[in-house]
DNA sequence: CTGAAAGCGCTTACAG
DNA sequence: CTGAAAGCGCTTACAG
């Protein structure tokens, strides 16, 4: 059932059913209520392919799904944020575009789907430095909102990622801690950056020294935080806390201090990162950080469609707070269980 | 860059440039060969829309993401299986829609996409048994393939759940367990009917009587695996081994066991399934079933991709072995960390 | 082998 | 307040 069939038996023009649809006004009352009625009636739904034909516009957003196919590495935000990021987008009538692809394909298959113009705006939540993507997408202004990584160029939404180690590392330095290691993720990321001069400036506000042996950068996984942090518990002076860049990190962490026959937290404290579904489960359980994935989610939605619109952003960027979890790893507080 | 500046600057009609872009023959070499090269250098792109518009198909996919917005809950394989479906579906030029709503709306939104001809066909990995919206894709005959349940009426990809619990029962009751308990997930699933099978299956193969007070069904949550088996536990003749429907349940029934200062796996042995990340970094390393989920996903794409084109889909449904990977949980094997 | 023309289902100035 | 018409960028019988 198409424009032309209601408009045929309102007995009026396809551009009035057209405007009855489109909620503009400068069509008689009860012309309106007829058509309306008629649209109600048959369950007639504007087809998209016509209406973008039309308008130009896609009323679809892309999400650029970071897969490493070749890795099968996924951070665990990822599934909470899509729930998100297609609730906000299906709210305000637009669909979400998975965008993912094995890992070197990514950016031309992104950037087709943006010229052919199936896609009006994009969000992009793994970006790191130097990214080439972004780069394309900021040469042709393309609507873009990063999310959890801060770039001048771009609109962003990021949590506080600073405030939240320096917090933690804080709480463990009160604990009584003086030799903390920082067993962070990948460098390219402003997200660990962020991480790291929040745990820098808790040390240097008690006026620790900052060791380059007690801090070590890696991927996002256990293998990595076993590896980093085993032969930091080897040195003569070892030490009695570490900050993990993630959860999974952390694992690694706990499997590095059990195989040393250590406990945690009496011998060596521990924090981990995002607090994924399993943190709590550990043993002992983790201290981490909860992120606001979900508010993070619905915000850069906000922001990409004002961009879509052709309004200014004001701000621009925007950081959410996030919450520290205390559990038993880091010795600094009680446990709960759910 | 549209189809008539690439016929004008070639001197040609619009559609002989259509019959070159779609690879029709009927065109002549030195035309086509000068059509190609405009079109490369200009970087011409069809445009969607107007090819939807004409031809009626979307070349989108629409995946139902399962989110229950209340309560935040989202099963561990989704984003590997995103991952696959969006590649599988990227590599054969369509788009993935992500489809996800809060419960209750979940139908309308995809009823609504499909009749506005926005997707092609649409996969569900979330189904359970009288769930209404397959009910409703069945009725209009729209290109449908479910993922991890099964429904005679539909096509559906899955994976042998009940082998797995029946191999992993089996161990069990090699190992000298005749008192098993089976914590299952939600009973609406196909799959843990299936496992709930296999488990008794198992038993019955060696002559043990299936208990219902070994036997608990509830979601997939921690709290839920805590819950079933606490009062199991408490039995005069208390399970020496349980049989969790999922990683999360069974990092519940972990809990539970400490909580009565019982050891894992030398009291009570414990399998889990799903292998999920941080599975291998639980107290003890769970033992557990790894799902096919990437092949599933992929090969639940291929199953649509021939509804959409409209040939007959021969097998209709699809049952993927999953692995079995034992760790220190169940006490039957050795552990390896990485 | 190639072109002219109609059509896909909308929207939107432009008239009246 | 409403209609007729052009246009969005393709595809596809139909001629030639």
Redesign the interface.
């Known amino acids: 059932v198409t424009i032309t069939d209601i408009a045929r038996l309102a007995k009026v023009s396809p551009g009035t059913v057209s405007r009855v649809v489109n909620e503009q006004d400068g069509v008689g009352a009860g012309t309106r209520e007829r058509i309306l009625r008629l649209i109600a009636e048959h ?1 007639y ?6 209406q ?2 039309a308008t130009g516009s ?1 009323f ?1 957003l892309g ?1 650029v ?1 970071p ?1 490493l ?1 070749s890795e ?1 590495v ?1 951070h ?1 935000v ?3 944020l ?2 998100a990021v ?2 906000a987008a ?1 709210e305000a009538g637009y ?8 890992a070197g394909t990514r950016d031309d ?1 992104v950037l ?2 943006v ?4 896609i009006d705006g994009v969000l992009l939540p793994d970006v790191r430095r130097g990214d080439r993507l972004l780069d394309a997408l900021v040469d042709r202004d393309f609507p873009a909102v990063v999310v959890g990584h801060r770039d001048e160029r771009v609109a962003w939404v990021d949590s506080d990622h600073d405030e939240a180690v320096f917090e933690l590392t804080l709480q463990l330095l009160d604990a009584g801690h003086q030799r903390i290691a920082l067993v962070n993720g990948p460098d390219e990321l402003s997200a660990c950056t962020l991480r790291r001069n929040g745990y820098t400036r808790a040390l240097e506000s008690r006026g620790i020294e900052c060791e380059p042996e007690l801090q070590a950068n890696g991927p996002f996984s ?2 990595s935080g ?1 590896k980093a942090l085993s032969p930091m518990l080897q040195l003569a002076h070892r030490p009695s806390a570490v900050v993990a860049g993630s ?2 990190i952390a ?2 962490c ?2 590095a201090i059990r195989a040393r026959q250590l406990r945690i937290p009496e011998d060596v404290a521990l924090t981990g990162f995002d607090d ?8 002992p359980s983790l201290t981490t950080v909860r992120v606001p994935i ?1 508010d993070m989610g619905r915000t850069a939605v906000q922001m990409l469609l004002q961009l879509v619109a052709g309004e200014a952003l004001r701000p621009r960027t925007l950081v959410l707070p996030s919450e520290i979890v205390v559990r038993d790893s880091s010795g600094t507080g009680e446990r709960v ?2």
């Open positions: 369950g739904q504007a087809s998209f392919f016509a973008n034909l896609a679809a999400i799904f897969i196919a099968l996924i665990p990822f599934p909470e899509l729930g297609g609730d299906g669909s979400l575009s998975l965008l993912s692809v094995p298959r087709s789907e010229s052919r113009g199936r256990a293998e076993f959860d999974l694992a690694g706990i499997e994924q579904p399993l943190a709590n489960h550990l043993n979900s269980i759910f």
